[in-house]
């Protein structure tokens, strides 16, 4: 029966395809397709990490001591028993041979069937046997790490590529070849970092916010994303077809073909658009009146230059550093991985400026995924640049990393969520020290201009003097709005009072980039603001000349500034920032 789902539009499209349901994100494994004549080896090899561990468990058994308390061998018994169970088993050869999964990735989508099962039997007991049977299963995996796979995952683009463009005319005739789509609880940013190189055609998570790490990134991704779509994991079952509509923030459950029908025909309507858009690739960023605009890219990887190179991005307005930080079990990268990474992405954007933002870990972007942040309000803890200066040689392996790449091209260094002066002096403080360190050894680096993110409101009213110390300034709106408004950006149950539109939010971001303009200092916006194309004219009559945003979203906002006549644009900006209620009038002139 169909049925939909509501919940916030982060990354727009439409993705047409058979749920997938992640099971714990504990389990981390990888998602590709393998070769039909490589099924039998697949299925060996999950035989060859279940028999593993069987021989361990028993193994186990035989070494318990005497007076080992009973309930132990009971449960040596349960796992052993669970190992073998047909359902298990028969599961797990399925998804390889009907579907051409890779053998973890069928594990675990056979586990997270067996579990709803198990969720829903009345006997307590057994009710609990579903925490074995995800510790038999993490042990497996644990196995198979160990033991290659024959068939390696794709190196980028993977075969059967799952295609946001899917037809209705091909759902409703065959289902083998269809694409997939992931449906999750939570999906940690480090997860979906992971799944950048994977099949799905489009994400669905129970929770998070439209400016949450985890929804940026899906924007970065390009794919359909629906979040906070509260209980979507539970309702949604394995395999189900699903419609994510990425604009509306809906997800449609099992359709009917008049329904795939009328989506397959929007899905085509956003291909031609894009298509469409791709022609101004390479046309100016000038506005009617002829003023120019600097239309930036947001990059999470040095990888992600390419896609802000295709989008026509003038440069890099943020690097999110701390996507290189993550998921490394505490094992942060040393100078020299770093300084590879910023290169790498300096060389990729060919001679544009790229800004690099010093790590911003904390709050929804934990360093590793299961990590529980004990400070009893992670948004207003030690994240950001008050992390990197708690630990200041960890700093300085950073910013000597940074300044290296510098040697190779325009590098801008951006510092998150400073607030105080003092916080100012120990950063600069750091970076002249780092110098001293690369200078000390006579190492090779070059000039960066040194520029602060403005995303705590106290930064905003003390703009004056954060423009004393630095070159430039960037808005990240998605803190600001958060800290200005005492609204968590990641939880949904206040996504409704996350407003850019708010009359502080745009004083504060105005008073901004009219005091850069007067100091003729360069101000950009970096949240995700910049990439909303409702917000565009907003943004340049209130003086905006610099936008940096998801690739995907620049040549949209890039046909806005086309049709826009600034000097007009001004006068309606400032009657705007009077207004009870902006958004009303946001449609206007
Ligand atoms: C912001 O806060 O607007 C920003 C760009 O930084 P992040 O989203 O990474 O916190
Ligand atoms: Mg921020």
């Known amino acids: 029966m169909t049925f939909s789902i509501h919940g916030l539009a982060v990354a727009r499209g439409i993705a047409i395809g058979r749920a997938v349901l992640a099971v714990s994100s504990r389990m981390e494994v990888v998602h590709y397709f393998i070769e039909p004549g490589q099924v039998e080896a697949e299925i060996l090899r999950a035989r060859r990490g279940r028999d593993a561990v069987a021989e361990e468990l028993q193994r186990l058994q035989a070494d318990m001591p005497h007076d080992a308390p009973p309930e132990l061998a009971a449960l040596l018994d349960v796992h052993l028993m669970l190992l073998q169970d047909e359902m298990l088993v028969n599961g797990v050869k399925h998804w390889i041979t009907d579907r051409l999964y890779n053998a973890e990735w069928a594990l675990t989508t056979q586990l997270e069937i067996i579990s709803r099962q198990f969720d829903e039997m009345e006997d307590d007991y057994l009710r609990e046997r579903k925490a074995d049977l995800e510790q038999v299963v993490e042990r497996i995996l644990r196995h198979m790490r160990g033991v290659a796979s024959p068939v390696a995952p794709p190196p980028s683009a993977p075969r059967r590529q799952a295609e946001a463009g899917a037809e209705a005319e091909f759902l409703l005739g065959g289902a083998a070849d269809a694409p997939l789509v992931l449906v999750a609880h939570d999906l940690s940013p480090a997860d979906m970092l992971q799944f950048k190189q994977s099949v799905f055609a489009g994400f669905v998570t129970d929770v998070g916010g439209k400016t949450s790490h985890t929804a940026i990134v899906a924007r970065s991704m390009d794919i359909p994303a629906v979040v906070g779509a509260r209980s979507a994991s539970q309702l949604v079952r394995q395999d189900d077809w699903v419609i994510i509509d990425g604009d509306a923030g809906v997800v449609i459950v099992d359709p009917t073909p008049i329904i795939l029908a009328e989506y397959g025909f929007r899905q085509r309507q956003i291909t031609l658009e894009r298509e469409r858009l791709m022609r101004l690739r390479h046309t100016p960023a000038v506005t009617l009146d002829a003023q120019a605009i600097e239309l930036l890219a947001n990059i999470e990887q040095p990888g992600d230059a390419g896609a802000a190179l295709r989008a026509g991005a003038a440069g890099v307005g943020l690097f999110r550093s701390e996507f290189l930080f993550m998921g490394r079990s505490g094992r942060l990268p040393d100078e020299e991985e770093q300084y590879r990474a910023y290169r790498e992405a300096v060389e990729g954007m060919q001679g544009l400026p790229v800004t690099i933002r010093t790590v911003d870990v904390g709050a929804d972007k934990p360093l590793d995924k299961g990590y529980k942040d004990s400070s009893l309000n992670p948004a207003l803890g030690l994240r950001a640049i008050r992390w990197s200066l708690a630990d200041p040689a960890?700093?300085?392996?950073?910013?000597?990393?940074?300044?290296?790449?510098?040697?190779?091209?325009?590098?801008?260094?951006?510092?998150?969520m400073l607030a105080h002066v003092s916080e100012i002096r120990q950063t600069l403080a750091q970076v002249d020290l780092a110098r001293a360190e690369l200078d000390a050894r006579s190492a090779a680096y070059g000039a960066v201009q040194l520029g602060a993110m403005i995303e705590v409101p106290a930064a905003a009213l003390m703009v004056r003097q954060f423009l004393r110390y630095f070159d430039f300034l960037s808005i990240g709106t998605n803190d600001l709005i958060q800290y200005a408004l005492a609204i968590d950006r990641a939880d949904e149950a206040v996504a409704h009072l996350y407003d850019p539109l708010h009359p502080a939010v745009l004083r504060l971001v105005a008073d901004v980039i009219a005091e850069g303009a007067r100091q003729g200092k360069s101000v950009s916006v970096c949240g995700e603001m910049a990439g909303d194309v409702a917000m565009t004219r907003l943004l340049l009559g209130l003086g905006l000349r610099s936008f940096s945003m998801q690739p995907a979203q620049i040549l949209a906002?890039?046909?806005?500034?086309?049709?826009?006549?600034?000097?007009?644009?001004?006068?309606?900006?400032?009657?705007?920032?009077?207004?009870?209620?902006p958004a009303a009038s946001l449609q206007a002139p």
């Open 394 to 416: 960890m700093f300085r392996t950073q910013l000597r990393a940074v300044l290296r790449a510098a040697a190779h091209g325009p590098v801008r260094l951006l510092f998150p």
């Open 557 to 581: 906002v890039k046909q806005e500034v086309l049709r826009a006549d600034a000097r007009k644009l001004g006068e309606w900006a400032q009657q705007l920032l009077d207004a009870d209620d």
